[in-house]
């Protein structure tokens, strides 16, 4: 009888953790450098039963663990991705805006050629202002010319789509922001033609600033 407590409490524990992420705090229990339980922060942000804030959470966590943990942690990152990617794939923005940061971490990750991709693909088809930030912000420190040939792409697009459809809330000028200084950092000549249009639409002064910058940028490289 004591064996089978012995067994069954530490299963039912676990359950509870999973049971109890729908609540965000719980993921407090999880410490920094902790990555026995990255498989729960996974499974968290994968099942469809826990709530969008407990996503958000857990893919905050994921971000936090790999960094503060990044040797050994990199153990795990192809599982990390597979949390990513659901959380890409997810139909609440917010999930989207933390998948898209919690991708910065990994550029020097086994899974940056997996990920890069996942990442360009949902900043091409995104139209929501604070994901796209979130996705140019983390695109812009994957700067190898094989990751720049897919990024270049995916911010032109959303540089066409501002231009040919003006929004100036502060929300999307905050984005086109982003997105015009990752282009500064990618370096690539044709965002020079794009970047001038910028220059010459109805954008905020601030917008233009950063592609003016952008485009010095390009010109000294």
């Not at 540089?159 to 015009?180: H, I, P």
């Amino acid at each position: 009888m004591r064996l089978a407590l012995k067994i069954i409490l530490p299963l039912l524990a676990s359950g509870a953790l999973f049971a109890d992420s729908a609540r965000p705090e719980i993921l407090d229990r999880i410490r920094d450098y902790d990555m026995r339980h990255s498989d729960l922060l996974v499974k968290i942000v994968r099942d469809p039963e826990t709530l969008r804030y407990a996503k958000v959470r857990a893919l905050e966590k994921i971000s936090v663990i790999y960094r503060q943990s990044k040797a050994e942690a990199e153990m795990v990152a192809p599982r990390y991705f597979e949390g990513i990617t659901a959380g890409l794939a997810h139909k609440s923005p917010d999930v989207r805006e933390a998948a898209c940061a919690a991708g910065i971490v990994f550029k020097d990750s086994q899974i940056a050629p997996f990920l890069v991709p996942a990442l360009a693909k949902t900043l091409k088809e995104e139209n929501h202002p604070l994901v796209i930030y979130a996705c140019a912000h983390s695109l812009s420190v994957y700067t190898k010319e094989q990751e720049s040939a897919i990024i270049v792409p995916a911010l032109l697009a959303k540089v066409d789509k501002y231009l040919t459809d003006f929004n100036d809330d502060a929300d999307n000028e905050k984005a086109l922001r982003e997105v015009c200084h990752a282009l500064g950092v990618m370096k690539a000549r044709r965002s020079f033609i794009p970047l001038l249009k910028v220059l010459q639409s109805r954008y905020d002064e601030d917008v233009k600033e950063v592609a003016q910058e952008s485009i010095q940028a390009i010109r000294v490289h």
